[in-house]
Nanobody, 116 residues
Protein backbone atom coordinates (compact mmCIF):
# COMPACT_ATOMS: atom_id res chain seq x y z
CA UNK A 1 0.00 0.00 0.00
CA UNK A 2 1.26 3.42 -0.96
CA UNK A 3 -0.11 6.63 0.43
CA UNK A 4 0.23 9.84 -1.55
CA UNK A 5 0.10 13.33 -0.10
CA UNK A 6 0.26 16.57 -2.04
CA UNK A 7 1.12 19.92 -0.56
CA UNK A 8 2.18 23.37 -1.63
CA UNK A 9 -0.97 24.59 -3.28
CA UNK A 10 -2.52 27.91 -2.43
CA UNK A 11 -2.96 31.40 -3.74
CA UNK A 12 -0.54 33.03 -6.15
CA UNK A 13 -0.56 36.15 -8.27
CA UNK A 14 -0.33 36.24 -12.02
CA UNK A 15 3.30 36.02 -12.99
CA UNK A 16 4.23 34.37 -9.73
CA UNK A 17 5.43 30.88 -8.88
CA UNK A 18 4.34 27.93 -6.80
CA UNK A 19 6.01 24.66 -5.96
CA UNK A 20 3.86 21.62 -5.35
CA UNK A 21 5.17 18.62 -3.48
CA UNK A 22 4.13 14.98 -3.71
CA UNK A 23 5.24 12.56 -1.02
CA UNK A 24 4.83 8.80 -1.25
CA UNK A 25 4.79 6.81 1.96
CA UNK A 26 3.92 3.38 3.20
CA UNK A 27 5.36 -0.08 3.25
CA UNK A 28 5.72 -0.37 -0.53
CA UNK A 29 6.58 3.24 -1.17
CA UNK A 30 8.99 3.63 -4.01
CA UNK A 31 8.83 5.58 -7.22
CA UNK A 32 8.71 4.02 -10.65
CA UNK A 33 6.85 6.92 -12.23
CA UNK A 34 5.12 9.95 -10.76
CA UNK A 35 2.78 12.16 -12.70
CA UNK A 36 1.26 15.50 -11.83
CA UNK A 37 -2.22 16.04 -13.25
CA UNK A 38 -4.55 18.99 -13.36
CA UNK A 39 -8.31 18.73 -13.18
CA UNK A 40 -9.98 20.05 -16.29
CA UNK A 41 -13.64 19.69 -17.23
CA UNK A 42 -15.74 17.58 -14.89
CA UNK A 43 -13.67 14.81 -13.38
CA UNK A 44 -11.10 14.67 -16.17
CA UNK A 45 -7.48 14.95 -15.20
CA UNK A 46 -4.87 15.95 -17.72
CA UNK A 47 -1.19 15.19 -17.37
CA UNK A 48 1.02 18.19 -16.63
CA UNK A 49 4.38 16.50 -16.19
CA UNK A 50 5.83 13.15 -15.24
CA UNK A 51 9.12 11.83 -13.97
CA UNK A 52 10.61 8.38 -13.54
CA UNK A 53 12.54 7.15 -10.55
CA UNK A 54 15.63 7.54 -12.69
CA UNK A 55 14.90 11.19 -13.35
CA UNK A 56 13.63 11.06 -16.92
CA UNK A 57 10.99 13.73 -17.40
CA UNK A 58 8.08 14.45 -19.69
CA UNK A 59 6.32 17.81 -19.82
CA UNK A 60 3.21 18.39 -21.84
CA UNK A 61 3.35 20.92 -24.65
CA UNK A 62 1.03 23.31 -22.86
CA UNK A 63 3.42 23.88 -19.98
CA UNK A 64 6.86 23.37 -21.49
CA UNK A 65 9.15 26.07 -20.24
CA UNK A 66 6.82 26.93 -17.38
CA UNK A 67 7.10 23.89 -15.15
CA UNK A 68 9.98 21.90 -13.75
CA UNK A 69 9.49 18.48 -12.25
CA UNK A 70 12.13 17.00 -9.98
CA UNK A 71 12.58 13.98 -7.76
CA UNK A 72 14.25 13.28 -4.44
CA UNK A 73 14.41 9.50 -4.20
CA UNK A 74 15.81 9.60 -0.69
CA UNK A 75 12.57 11.20 0.45
CA UNK A 76 10.20 9.59 -2.09
CA UNK A 77 9.19 13.10 -3.02
CA UNK A 78 8.48 14.73 -6.34
CA UNK A 79 8.18 18.48 -6.74
CA UNK A 80 6.47 20.46 -9.46
CA UNK A 81 7.66 24.03 -9.77
CA UNK A 82 5.34 26.24 -11.79
CA UNK A 83 6.46 29.64 -13.03
CA UNK A 84 4.86 32.55 -14.87
CA UNK A 85 1.47 31.55 -13.55
CA UNK A 86 -1.73 32.87 -15.03
CA UNK A 87 -5.36 32.36 -14.16
CA UNK A 88 -5.55 29.33 -16.45
CA UNK A 89 -3.49 27.44 -13.88
CA UNK A 90 -6.30 27.74 -11.35
CA UNK A 91 -7.56 24.25 -10.62
CA UNK A 92 -6.88 21.21 -8.46
CA UNK A 93 -3.60 19.39 -9.00
CA UNK A 94 -3.26 15.69 -8.32
CA UNK A 95 -0.26 13.47 -7.92
CA UNK A 96 -0.27 9.89 -9.19
CA UNK A 97 2.41 7.52 -7.97
CA UNK A 98 3.24 4.29 -9.75
CA UNK A 99 5.45 2.32 -7.36
CA UNK A 100 5.63 -0.69 -9.67
CA UNK A 101 4.07 -1.19 -13.11
CA UNK A 102 0.44 -2.17 -12.81
CA UNK A 103 -0.34 -0.37 -9.58
CA UNK A 104 -0.84 3.25 -8.75
CA UNK A 105 -2.16 5.57 -6.08
CA UNK A 106 -3.66 9.06 -6.20
CA UNK A 107 -3.43 11.83 -3.70
CA UNK A 108 -6.35 13.93 -2.56
CA UNK A 109 -5.31 16.91 -4.64
CA UNK A 110 -4.14 20.39 -3.84
CA UNK A 111 -5.91 23.55 -4.94
CA UNK A 112 -4.01 26.21 -6.87
CA UNK A 113 -5.64 29.59 -7.32
CA UNK A 114 -4.01 32.30 -9.39
CA UNK A 115 -5.38 35.80 -9.05
CA UNK A 116 -5.23 38.34 -11.85
Amino acid sequence: QVQVAESGGGLAQTGGSLTLSCAASGRDAEIYVVGWYRQTSGQQRDLVAAITGGGDTNNTDSVKGRVTISIDNSKNTVKLQMNSLNTEYTTVYYCNVIPVPGTDAWGQGTQVTVSS
